[in-house]
């Protein structure tokens, strides 16, 4: 993988797509391709579930990418989900951003709606995020605070869903998340806490423009206009080390520097480095210079990460920030994913909670209401998410993004499709 990095979308799904939007390269990972175009033609799911993880280990990237550690972390991580998810579909907590979470680690792990061992729990976290969308398009029955949270991590994943479903009911939902997002972006391109048209900080916005590219991978006509705001509104959150990102772009290209989660450099964290890095690549940003700077930021943060050897469920990064350096990572490619998802990968296995109640839950066969699992059989094989998210919807999300991570090598998701757009850079340029 060149340096220019991955798009992450197959040519099936833009098959799908208006007539404005754009091609692939032919060029793409051939088994990863074919898994997913099995499930959104319709065709039997069986070669994806059925997969044993020796397999699944056989068919990612040069047979080094999963380990048997790692997928039996990720299997633990699955039946957690499984074990404390709620008959309505729903962990214990009514924000729909992290409902969304635990049915995208499903799904990134190859379970789809109805079919496969875990089909259902993905159905029924997809039918509460539905049923509880507002008549506006607002998924957020949460406080107004975390309307634009959850309604970016949510629309995300419907558009995911629906990318490998065509799902009609999920898509009626993601067009109209669509249309508010689109309604809700501020003068200078970003989004707001609340869903109102006004800008924020680079979390909210890169949560957006995450699923308008969503939608892109599931066949969805996207204004062009919209996401050219975004692009560069991430772009305003650059940050040089030298203070000043108004000196000539020749200089600004010789130093150090990364996104920030404010515009004039405040608050620069490894998460909001990864996911500058992450929006500018999912809009075929491939060789804006910034991203090498931000990169620079984050490969280092997890040279220095120490490993957690103590089964407490406490990741190399909280969930978040490790949600996106994975990402990033991933997007880039090349010889930094391949020097650094090693390590991520071992500090998730080895950290992950595991022996409490071993083998209980086994016995108890195809549990799916957390009611009938017992405490000790519910701490087996999650991870805590950290930083601000704590009791259950904590571990709902910190195993969430440590079953993603693990599950990034199937490339199940129309995201994780390899292959680049060719005229996305043209496309969408964004001001520079």
């Given at each position: 993988?060149?340096a ?5 979308a ?38 994806v ?66 079919s ?31 309307d ?62 995450k ?13 062009p ?7 560069a ?46 929006c ?64 991520l ?88």
């Amino acid at each position: 993988m060149s340096a220019a990095g991955r798009s992450g979308a197959g040519s099936f799904l833009f098959a799908r797509m208006d007539a404005r939007m754009l091609p692939l390269n032919a060029a793409r990972r051939r088994s990863r391709g074919l898994l997913v175009a099995g499930i959104v033609l319709g065709l039997s799911a069986a070669p994806v579930m059925g997969l044993t993880s020796r397999g699944r280990a056989a068919a990612a990237d040069d047979d080094w990418e999963i380990t048997p550690e790692s997928q039996a972390a990720l299997d633990r991580g699955l039946a957690w989900l499984a074990a404390n998810q709620t008959a309505a579909g729903n962990w214990e907590t009514n924000d729909l951003g992290l409902v969304a979470t635990g049915a995208l680690a499903f799904l990134a792990a190859g379970h789809t709606p109805g079919s496969g061992r875990y089909g259902d729990n993905v159905q029924r976290a997809l039918d509460y995020i539905v049923t509880n969308a507002k008549p506006s398009g607002l998924l957020n029955i949460a406080a107004p605070q975390r309307d634009m949270y959850n309604h970016g991590l949510a629309t995300f994943v419907l558009g995911q869903a629906y990318g490998m479903t065509a799902d009609p009911r999920v898509g009626r939902t993601l067009d109209r998340a669509l249309k508010l997002i689109a309604r809700t972006q501020g003068p200078g391109g970003g989004w707001n806490y609340q869903a109102l048209p006004q800008d924020g900080d680079l979390s909210l916005c890169v949560m957006q423009a995450k699923a308008l590219r969503s939608a892109v991978d599931s066949g969805l006509d996207i204004s062009p206009a919209v996401i050219e705001k975004a692009i560069a509104r991430v772009r305003l959150h650059y940050f040089p080390k030298n203070g000043n990102p108004n000196a000539p772009e020749a200089e600004l290209r010789t130093i150090g520097g990364q996104f920030t989660y404010n515009t004039g450099g405040g608050n620069a964290t490894v998460a909001m480095a990864s996911a500058g890095v992450v929006c500018m690549q999912e809009f075929g940003q491939y060789e804006d210079w910034r991203i090498a700077k931000s990169m620079d930021v984050v490969t280092k943060a997890i040279e220095a990460a120490k490993p957690q050897a103590t089964r407490n469920g406490t990741m190399p990064f909280d969930a978040y920030t490790l949600n996106y350096v994975g990402q990033s990572l991933y997007q880039v490619g090349g010889q930094g994913w391949r020097d650094h998802y090693p390590k991520l990968r071992d500090c998730l296995v080895a950290s992950q909670v595991i022996g409490k109640g071993q083998g209980k839950q086994r016995a108890k066969g195809k549990d799916k209401d957390r009611s009938q699992v017992s405490d000790e059989d519910s701490d087996e094989g999650h991870w805590l998410a950290g930083a601000h998210v704590d009791g259950k919807p904590g571990m709902l999300y910190g195993t969430s993004v440590g079953v993603f991570i693990l599950a990034i090598p199937n490339r199940y998701l129309p995201i994780l499709q390899e292959g680049r757009i060719d005229d996305l850079q043209q496309r969408f340029t964004g001001a520079r």
